[in-house]
């Protein structure tokens, strides 16, 4: 995009707002110049604090499987089969034996020790710092001795009627284990050594395109997350040598380790069923058939219901990976025609990252309460009719040349409808912020797009884009009660959300080189419901961000489909988790909000030359205080008056 005016004629003067603070509350202050932190997370803030007050509950629990059921769901922070699947071989085996713990994690499949038998070994069950439970079994080291443990360990009195049961038990696993190794070699021989290569360049373009995922194989870990990576992501680069991806192509076969071809096979079937989001539909998990074949078989069930028949036929008990392979394919195939006859959104479990894929449910009272109360508010604000935001339109003799006309205090009608629907969001959802994020200029994406200057657009840098955010008055009380840390929270979130378009954006470009070099996701499609998502991610550790809805929306602009161009994301930093009825409401906001900027783009391709100018840090700080940007750097000494006071 075209650099900014300098409009004091300078270069000089725009370096030196370049080294001013863009934080709302010391906007004309130098960045950078504060002695410390406003504010200073504390060290087990987020994911380490959680393991801890589970680790502690489960310690203090009256049996084994009450701590267990505190460890499995992580204190009720995420389903118990999440992590039940992300048992190794032995420790699954042993867990049934020893506590009665099923595959699932819900169903008893057995009996606990009698007291009153001799105890023939005394095992452990321990917490990782990761989230994963651990269990020392027979012939290991104390877990301390394997693992970085939360704590310590929970001592497990073993009978010798246990070690009959679990010699049985890890006998048949493992050799379950060593077929599906020996079917996953089979089929990846048969791919060739070109196949093999290809599987692997799809594989690694899938970790650099995807966010974090963490799988296992037994003991293995496989993840782009952070300090720990063993595939391409934001730490290691295409073609490092610590990259399983890169350390196997060109590899013999014979040379690959069980685990590997487990892992190479187990990430096909998900990417064949469902493109690569289906990936982190298996965080947590061990990627064994086993587990991969339960997540298609629940997809399966759920798409053949969505289709009304059975249109998607099971791979059958015991599955080989032909048959997963064909099942994966066929889900895949039918994906589109299942999208376009129910809403499919994803369940995000934010301790261990983890998502599933649902199919929500019709309309209902709560998603028709808050339809009604956003669209009166865009009724009462815009020149728009209709009853609910499925039919809103413009009114009557309104010309859609006004989205890109001065439309009372905004710059654009675009800027207005944005806001607006934001607002309304935040007040009808009881959020403690909301906002939707976009493009500023659709006329220089048009030029550019007809100009097919893909590499030009992979240098738009963050601020080209923007994200309105809207917090409730009453949010600022996860802040001290003040206001300016509320602005600085929200712009916060609008500088994030920016990246997040500026992310997404190349994913939506013919693959040149400079596109494929550029950091980028592949651009998401359908909504998502989040619980407990201030586990891992900074920002959202950070501002409190709990629990989410976001609902992405795409926009065509010169016939080119940009998907996720633009979202609609609605915050609780503490409550209630929000519902799929709230979701099915927030995603007919995002598409009006989507199909007005749909809108504008055609305006532009017209030649409106209109831009979004609103919504930047001098923006949020009039709006979130209610006092001019010259009084930043002093906390308001009076309440927000203005456009939000309605919120």
């Not at 604000?381 to 609910?388: I, S």
């Not at 080189?513 to 909504?527: A, G, N, S």
């Not at 629990?547 to 992405?552: D, E, G, K, V």
Request: glycine residues 8%; negative net charge.
């Amino acid at each position: 995009m075209t650099a900014p005016v300098d409009r004091e004629g300078s270069r000089r003067a725009a370096n030196a707002r370049k080294r001013q603070s863009r934080r709302p509350s010391r906007l004309g202050l130098a960045a950078g110049a504060t002695p410390k932190p406003d504010r200073v997370r504390e060290e087990d803030a987020g994911f380490p604090g959680l393991l801890a007050r589970v680790w502690r509950k489960a310690s203090a629990a009256p049996d084994l499987r009450a701590a267990l059921d505190t460890l499995l769901t992580l204190d009720g922070y995420v389903p118990a089969e999440v992590q039940a699947g992300g048992l190794r071989t032995a420790d699954a085996a042993a867990l049934k034996v020893v506590a009665g713990l099923s595959v699932d994690g819900r169903e008893p499949a057995g009996a606990v020790a009698d007291p009153a038998e001799r105890t023939a070994f005394l095992g452990e069950i321990g917490l990782t710092t990761g989230g994963r439970i651990v269990v020392r079994v027979p012939s290991q080291q104390p877990l301390a001795k394997q693992h970085r443990l939360v704590a310590g360990v929970l001592r497990v009195p073993w009978t010798e009627r246990h070690l009959e049961e679990y010699r049985r038990e890890v006998t048949t696993a493992q050799e379950r284990f060593a077929r599906y190794a020996a079917d996953s070699r089979r089929w990846l021989a048969e791919q060739g050594d070109e196949g093999r290569k290809a599987l692997l360049a799809q594989l690694t373009e899938a970790a650099q395109r995807t966010a974090p995922f963490m799988l296992y194989v037994e003991d293995r870990q496989y993840t782009n997350f952070r300090d720990t990576n063993t595939v391409v992501g934001k730490t290691l680069w295409p073609g490092h040598p610590d990259c399983v991806f890169g350390s196997l192509t060109g590899l013999p076969l014979e040379l690959w380790s069980d685990h590997d071809a487990l892992l190479v096979v187990g990430i096909t079937l998900l990417i064949r069923s469902a493109g690569y989001g289906r990936i982190e539909e298996a965080n947590g998990s061990q990627l064994t058939p086993d587990n991969v074949g339960r997540l298609l078989e629940r997809t399966r069930r759920n798409y053949n219901d969505a289709l009304g028949e059975e249109r998607i036929p099971a791979a059958g008990p015991d599955a080989g990976i032909d048959a997963l392979m064909a099942l994966a394919t066929a889900l895949g195939l039918h994906r589109p025609e299942v999208a376009r006859t129910v809403q499919l959104y994803r369940e995000i479990h934010g301790a261990l990252i983890h998502k599933v894929e649902k199919v929500a449910a019709p309309y209902g009272e709560v998603a028709a309460d808050r339809d009604r109360q956003v669209t009166e508010h865009l009724r009462a604000t815009l020149p728009v009719t209709g009853d609910r935001l499925a039919e809103l339109r413009l009114a009557d003799g309104t010309d859609t040349a006004w989205l890109a006309r001065p439309y009372g205090e905004f710059g654009t009608g675009l800027e207005a409808v944005v806001y607006e629907a934001v607002a309304a969001t935040t007040a009808a959802f009881s959020a403690d912020f909301a906002m939707s994020r976009g493009i500023r200029s659709l006329p220089e994406l048009v030029r550019a797009l007809r100009a097919e200057s893909w590499d030009e657009i992979t240098t738009w840098g963050i601020t080209d884009f923007f994200c309105c955010v809207v917090p409730a008055q009453e949010a600022r009380r996860h802040y001290g009660d003040s206001l300016a840390t509320l602005a600085d929270t929200a712009w916060a979130m609008s500088s994030r959300m920016q990246y997040n378009s500026w992310h997404f954006i190349a994913g939506n470009l013919p693959r040149t080189e400079k596109v494929l070099e550029r950091d980028h996701f592949v651009p998401p499609t359908i909504p998502d419901i989040a619980h407990f998502s201030d586990q891992h991610h900074h920002g959202h550790v950070n501002n409190m961000v709990r629990f989410t809805i976001r609902s992405p929306h795409a926009v065509e602009v010169c016939g080119r489909p940009f998907n996720g161009f633009m979202d609609l994301r609605i915050v609780r930093a503490d409550g209630e988790p929000y519902t799929e009825q709230e979701m099915l409401a927030a995603h007919q906001v995002a598409a009006f909000i989507a199909r007005m900027t749909q809108q504008a783009a055609v305006l532009a391709e017209q030649g409106e030359q209109a831009e979004v100018t609103a919504f930047d840090s001098a923006w949020h700080w009039r709006t979130v205080t209610g006092t001019p940007v010259e009084a930043a750097g002093a906390e308001p000494a009076r309440p927000r008056v203005g456009p939000l006071s309605a919120v």
